[in-house]
T-cell receptor, first 115, second 113 residues
Framework: DAGVIQSPRHEVTEMGQEVTLRCKPI?????LFWYRQTMMRGLELLIY????????DSGMPEDRFSAKMPNASFSTLKIQPSEPRDSAVYFC?????????????FGPGTRLTVL | GENVEQHPSTLSVQEGDSAVIKCTYS??????FPWYKQELGKRPQLIID?????GEKKDQRIAVTLNKTAKHFSLHITETQPEDSAVYFC????????????FGAGTILRVKS
């Protein structure tokens, strides 16, 4: 398995633009997590899904952020409109507690820069 | 909700020495405690984990200890090597919340050769 796949790896955009980050979890994993990492706030859980259903979105900072998981192999995190304070590395992770305990496998991340 | 505190924030050790990183958690219902290592510009990767029914777990040079009564757990790295230099994160979770992890703030470990 190729592991968790994220795209793009780097994104530079201007304030006010829409940004869409993509994630493909490890095949067979039924949990998917979106994290944001910054120097100031560390690793923050934004939202997570179980069997494509959002379970907890309490970490989503505001209405500008939305996430979807239309099927078991794809998820998106959208920011609209983007702001400079959204600049961060966004990680997607997946896990399958029934198969591999609670280990979360992280993707390579998307480094987002909002100018 | 759960809160995880991690200390120290930075740690410098001489190659060959041991390194210890400590975390405390607030919710006594937490029962799963993983440790992740993140090298510069890379993704976090699990290095060891422990469940609340176990007091200690070892994997070669790495060990984790858990004190449920005091609600703290620690990562021990022996015979440190330059490649151990990275940021280490502890985390805690409760099964009833799926495997939602709450992470500590991280410890920057520098191993000087």
């Amino acid at each position: 398995d190729a592991g968790v796949i994220q795209s793009p790896r780097h994104e530079v955009t201007e304030m006010g633009q829409e940004v869409t980050l993509r994630c493909k979890p490890i095949s067979g994993h039924d949990y998917l997590f979106w994290y944001r990492q910054t120097m100031m706030r560390g690793l923050e859980l934004l939202i997570y899904f179980n069997n494509n259903v959002p379970i907890d979105d309490s970490g989503m900072p505001e209405d500008r952020f939305s996430a979807k998981m239309p099927n078991a192999s794809f998820s998106t995190l959208k920011i609209q409109p983007s702001e400079p304070r959204d600049s961060a590395v966004y990680f997607c992770a997946s896990s399958s507690p029934l198969v591999d305990t609670d280990t979360q496998y992280f993707g390579p991340g998307t480094r987002l820069t909002v100018l | 909700g759960e809160n995880v505190e991690q200390h120290p924030s930075t740690l410098s050790v001489q190659e060959g020495d041991s390194a210890v990183i400590k975390c405390t958690y607030s919710d006594s219902a937490s029962n799963y405690f993983p440790w992740y290592k993140q090298e510069l510009g890379k993704r976090p990767q699990l290095i060891i984990d422990i469940r609340s029914n176990v007091g200690e777990k070892k994997d070669q040079r790495i060990a984790v200890t858990l004190n449920k009564t005091a609600k703290h757990f620690s990562l021990h790295i022996t015979e440190t090597q330059p490649e151990d230099s990275a940021v280490y994160f502890c985390a805690a979770s409760m099964e009833e919340y799926g495997n939602k992890l709450v992470f500590g703030a991280g410890t920057i470990l520098r191993v000087k050769s």
